[in-house]
């Protein structure tokens, strides 16, 4: 990968794939400003990188065009919005700001600097998709009043805003249609699936499968997606190109492997299905791999077990007693 940039706005970049974005761009020698409000973010993502040269943070929402960050800037990749199913639902209007002025705040930011723009959009602009596996020429099946719309529309309305930006100034941007991420960091209550089953499994309780179990979803492991967002920005494909892992599997296949993976004996539960819950997820990524050169190295059993061993860290009698 050709790298070549010096300083980078990364809203989002307390949260769970924008702290791991901080850290690659770091060891890539670029400089970061982290942009953050910390509505679903956490302190504690960036104790490390605050003790690093070359980041610093501009605690501030984005919805309410703060004051742009001194110095240069030659890339803005904009994650800052809430994005568990638990968290959006609980701010709907936080959501559809962080998708609508938040962009265009990040966007006239990168403008202003002529520097390059990366959106981080979703899987969930496919909605509950009638194409199988989802390419980035489908254009989707979105219920557009119903409470996962928040997001969806948000997410939405953000890509048709940087198209926009292409065509009317001619803005050097790309759209990352990320699928479905875990890792290392997620909060243990953001109401995801993977936190969700590893804390249930880990205490003993039992792992509440919302539906059938039969909806898929093909999951990606953190250092994977960050490769690929950081492919992307580097390139000069205007996307969207989906950024995900094609490995599609149930729900219930998930729970049954993170059960296996911890050796718990937790039964499964069954739950109440989601509204409008998307039944089949899974990316297309021929375009990654022609334009950008990528493709998802690491597989769920090693991904899952990475990600169980640092929720098993941080629960661990030992953890407690350091806090003390
Ligand atoms: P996250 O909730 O951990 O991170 C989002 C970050 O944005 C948090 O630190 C939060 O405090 C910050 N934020 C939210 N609103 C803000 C505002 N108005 N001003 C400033 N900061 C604000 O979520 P994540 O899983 O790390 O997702 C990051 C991005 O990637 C999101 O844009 C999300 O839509 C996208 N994405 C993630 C996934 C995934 O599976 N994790 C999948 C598709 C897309
Ligand atoms: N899910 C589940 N149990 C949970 C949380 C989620 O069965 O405790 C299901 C959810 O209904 C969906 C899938 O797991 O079918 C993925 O949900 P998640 O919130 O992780 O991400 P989404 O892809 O829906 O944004």
């Not at 890539?28 to 504690?44: A, K």
């Not at 998708?99 to 509950?128: K, N, P």
């Not at 599609?248 to 509204?275: F, H, N, Q």
Request: net charge negative; glycine share 8%; charged share 25%.
């Amino acid at each position: 990968m050709d790298w070549n940039f010096t300083r980078a706005v990364v809203t989002g970049g307390a949260g769970f794939v924008g702290s791991h974005l901080c850290e690659r761009l770091l060891s890539l020698g670029t400089q970061v400003v982290c942009v953050d409000n910390f509505t679903t973010g956490d302190r504690e993502n960036l104790w490390e990188l605050l003790k690093t040269p070359g980041f610093s943070l501009l605690e501030a929402d984005v919805t309410r065009w703060p004051s742009e960050p001194p110095g240069p800037i030659d890339l803005v990749l904009h994650l800052a919005c809430p994005a568990s199913p638990r968290d959006y639902l609980r701010l709907p209007f936080e959501t559809l700001a962080a998708g609508s002025a938040g962009t265009a705040w990040a966007l006239d930011l990168a403008r202003r600097h002529h520097a390059r723009f990366l959106l981080a959009s979703t899987s969930e602009v496919y909605g509950d998709p009638e194409q199988h596996p989802q390419r980035e020429d489908y254009w989707g099946n979105v219920n557009p009043i119903g409470p996962r719309s928040v997001y969806d529309e948000a997410k939405r309305y953000a890509e048709a805003y940087t198209a926009a930006a292409r065509r009317e100034w001619e803005a050097d941007v790309t759209i990352a249609r990320i699928f479905n991420t875990y890792g290392p960091r997620m909060r243990a209550d953001d109401g995801r699936m993977i936190p969700a089953f590893i804390g249930q499994a880990l205490r003993g309780e039992p792992l509440t499968v919302a539906g059938s179990g039969t909806q898929t979803r093909s999951i990606c492991y953190v250092d994977d997606t960050v490769s690929g967002l950081l492919a992307l920005a580097a390139g000069a494909h205007s996307g969207p190109v989906n950024i995900g892992n094609p490995h599609e599997l149930t729900v219930l296949a998930i729970a049954e492997e993170i059960r296996r993976l911890t050796g718990s004996e937790s039964p499964i539960a069954r739950i109440a299905a989601a509204e409008d819950d998307p039944r089949r997820r899974c990316p297309d990524i021929g375009l990654a791999r022609a334009a950008l050169g990528w493709a998802p190295e690491i597989g769920p059993a090693e991904g899952l077990a990475r990600t169980i061993d640092w929720f098993a860290a941080r629960t661990s009698p030992a953890r407690e007693t350091e806090k003390i």
